[in-house]
């Protein structure tokens, strides 16, 4: 049913919750799990810190792609499931858009649940995902 199963990650516990549910349906219909982080770019970096008089290089915003996906696999086991991982620079919401559209048949992704207000306050990734993904979604608090 599921060839290919998406999980974008941020580090964050619900983000886990979300590769704890892929590995299990992975598990039920022998899938591929791809765990998926993007990172800012150095100029987005820049932007942040530039009033801070904080340099940052393209080496260390790796090293935190890498960090965040292994966070997010730290004590899970993946067993058997056919895993890779995969961190680029970016936009979050439209690299996630551009990897769906890979032909994945499943995305699911961790939410905070800060809700809609929340959301449009802060500008929730998982909703803009929701609304443009041309594949299933499931949402795991």
Known sequence: MFKRILVPTDG??????????????????????????VTMTQEAYYGYTAGYSIDINQDQIDKNGD?????????????????????????????I???????????????????AIGG????SVTQRIMAHSLCPLLIVK
């Open 12 to 37: 964050s516990e619900p983000s886990r919750h979300a590769l704890k549910t892929a590995l299990e349906l992975a598990k039920k219909f022998n899938s591929e799990v791809e765990l998926f982080h």
């Open 67 to 95: 960090l965040a996906l292994e966070i997010t696999l730290q004590g899970l086991d993946v067993g058997d499931i056919d895993l890779t991982k995969k961190h680029i620079p970016g936009n979050a919401a439209i690299c």
């Open 97 to 115: 858009l551009d990897e769906i559209r890979r032909d994945f048949d499943l995305v699911i992704m961790g939410t905070s649940g800060h809700g």
């Open 120 to 123: 449009a306050i802060i500008g």
